[in-house]
């Protein structure tokens, strides 16, 4: 069942490639749980299909990075993106697309956690795995109040532009 606005997102665990060490957070991919990483907090969450593939390093992740100062200026605490790629690989395109201090890189390498979603997208037959379906979600305090979940093969409500209106 895909979850819904109004829903609480499901707890699981997300990892991020930690470029420089500090306390709590060593060096390479570290996990996280969603539950402490929404707790109090307003986040601006857009999911991809794949790191590095034409549609989300040419628009949807470029949007985010360009808007990032605005939605926090409208109370945004942190701006996720989320793929079905490991730690290693999100790193990799958060360096290539500028995104440090501005776009948080979060790998969900198995689908776990856009399985529980229910956001998955089955490309086997195209011999890409099961991925995450292109969308958007504004949540507050772990709660989903805006949701867009992209038709497939579009992007035209999962964009930054999109979210900063709705924030």
């Not at 307003?42 to 593939?53: D, K, R, S």
């Not at 011999?127 to 093969?153: C, F, T, W």
Request: glycine share 10%.
């Amino acid at each position: 069942m895909t979850i819904k606005v109004g829903d609480r997102v499901p707890d699981g665990t997300l990892t991020e490639f930690i470029e420089t060490e500090t306390a709590g957070c060593s060096l390479g991919p570290n996990a996280f749980q969603v539950a402490d990483l929404t707790r109090g907090k307003t986040i601006a969450l857009f999911a991809v299909p794949g790191a590095f593939t034409p549609t989300c390093s040419a628009k949807h992740l470029p949007g985010y990075v360009e808007q990032a100062a605005a939605l926090k200026a409208k109370g945004v605490d942190e701006i996720w993106c989320v793929s079905v790629n490991d730690a290693f690989v999100m790193g990799a395109w958060g360096r290539e697309q500028k995104t440090e201090g501005k776009v948080r890189m979060l790998a969900d390498g198995s689908a776990l956690w856009t399985k529980e979603l229910g956001l998955e997208l089955d490309l086997i037959q195209r011999g890409m795995g099961v991925r995450s379906q292109r969308y958007s979600a504004l949540i507050v305090d772990g709660v989903v109040k805006h949701l867009n979940v992209e038709a497939p093969g579009k992007f035209e409500v999962s964009d930054a532009a999109t979210m900063l209106s709705q924030a």
